[in-house]
């Protein structure tokens, strides 16, 4: 296996205290031929004495969870995710959080808190050995998803496993073993339980490799299905939404740059059609708090989105339509031309645009000849919110040529306003 200079530098310079391990998917990958971007480390040096260790080198450790001792290794641009051997033990009723943690010196425990055989391979980096001790490399082989413990162990464990084994099955092209499969089914309502940020990373993992593996879109899509990983990843009031493989047509027909918001959107266009919730219901439903929990910005974003497809599905005003979406309109025109059904009237607004452009008619509030520095100077007492409304109303009118975008024709109009 080939091994990076500073690593293997590393794993010399550790050797009097503790052997050093290349471990998961590096290991795997290097088996299957494929590029290795990331490479995950351990030992049996406690975090502590690892930091002594390295104090006075050109490595640097930074901590990333005490209790179960993994840190990050930094040298130049190189990081390591680096991990103290362990054993986990959980309580019966557990969830994700191991009750105990003990570390240990032997990769023979460490290697059953792993999730899947094909990411339990540990690669000795100075003896240059593999060491497998539940048939993973042949399970690689075999193109197999297996999980290492008995598969109820292993799901009812951590809910994150679920969405971990349809990624590793998508990026792969693996196919799961049937009782892995069968009890990532039974546990799928613990996903109900996993904190928003990491349903966020898995699922967009997931969906992004939809498009990387293009010919077995049916099929990956089809695990999120049947295992019902949708039904409990959002908030409790759409567990009871039904998809199908042929509700996901704008995520298998959108370019690779625009797959999680197609996604989003054929997930928003199965909840319109089957339940009687707002749209900014489903926004919290899908972003708030129940949901991916999104930043402020993502949120209004994709609440812009959500809002300007179903605007454009009604027979509304093509001019209001530019003007609510002037921020995103190229992007959005570009995401929704993956619906046919919207071909026409993409193609009504593409022209009204073009013939905007052709009369210097303004699309945005920063292309008229006012910004709110000359309101304040030609008006009294205007505040932020104020000067926002008198710019929209003016580039409104603009939109439908009421008025020209003139400044001295636009600071009269602003009067009726005040």
Not at 94 to 122: H, M, Q, W
Not at 329 to 355: A, G, H, R, V
Not at 358 to 377: F, G, H, S, Y
Not at 397 to 412: D, G, M, R, T, V
Request: proline letters at 1%; a positive charge; charged letters at 25%.
């Amino acid at each position: 296996m080939k091994v990076p200079k500073n690593l293997s530098l590393l794993a010399e310079f550790l050797r009097p205290y503790g052997k050093l391990y290349i471990v998961g998917g590096a290991v795997r990958n290097h088996l299957l031929h494929f590029s290795i971007h990331d490479y995950d480390i351990c030992s049996n040096i406690r975090i502590d004495r690892l930091i002594e260790i390295l104090a006075n080198t050109h490595y640097i450790v930074k901590i990333k969870n005490a209790k179960l001792e993994t840190a990050i290794i930094q040298i130049d641009d190189n990081v390591y995710e680096y991990a103290t051997l362990r054993k986990e033990i959980y309580l019966q009723n557990g969830d994700r959080v191991p009750n105990e943690v003990i570390f240990t010196d032997s990769i023979k425990e460490d290697y059953k808190r792993r999730d899947f055989t094909c990411n339990a391979l540990y690669y000795d980096i100075c003896s240059k050995t593999l060491y497998d001790f539940c048939n993973g490399k042949k399970d690689i082989e075999e193109k197999i998803i297996k999980s290492v413990l008995p598969a109820e162990q292993t799901m009812s464990k951590d809910s994150l496993r679920i969405l971990r084994m349809i990624r590793f099955a998508s990026l792969l092209n693996f196919t799961i073993e049937e009782h892995t499969f069968s009890q990532a089914c039974k546990y799928a309502v613990k996903l109900q339980k996993l904190s928003a940020n990491r349903k966020l990373e898995e699922l967009q993992y997931i969906v992004q490799q939809l498009k990387v593996n293009k010919l077995n879109f049916d099929s990956s899509m089809n695990l999120l299905l049947q295992t019902k990983t949708l039904n409990y990843i959002f908030a409790p009031e759409l567990k009871r939404i039904s998809y199908s493989l042929q509700d996901f047509s704008l995520s298998k027909s959108c370019k690779d740059e625009h797959i999680f918001e197609c996604f989003l959107l054929d997930i928003f266009s199965q909840i319109r059609n089957q339940k009687n919730l707002s749209i900014k219901e489903i926004i919290e439903c899908l972003l708030g708090n129940n949901g991916f929990n999104f930043k402020s910005a993502d949120k209004k974003y994709f609440t812009k989105l959500f809002s300007a497809y179903s605007y454009l599905k009604e027979d509304k005003d093509v001019q209001f339509f530019i003007f609510l979406n002037n921020q995103y309109i190229d992007k959005f025109i570009e995401i929704f031309s993956y619906d046919f059904k919207l071909y026409d009237k993409l193609q009504m607004i593409k022209l009204q645009i073009k013939n905007m452009q052709e009369k210097n008619i303004p699309l945005k509030t920063k292309d008229l000849k006012i910004n709110a520095n000359m309101l304040i100077k030609h008006f009294d007492n205007l505040d932020k919110k104020k000067i926002s409304y008198i710019l929209d109303q003016c580039l409104i009118a603009c939109i439908q040529e009421k008025i020209q975008n003139n400044s001295q024709i636009l600071l009269q109009y602003c009067k009726k306003y005040l």
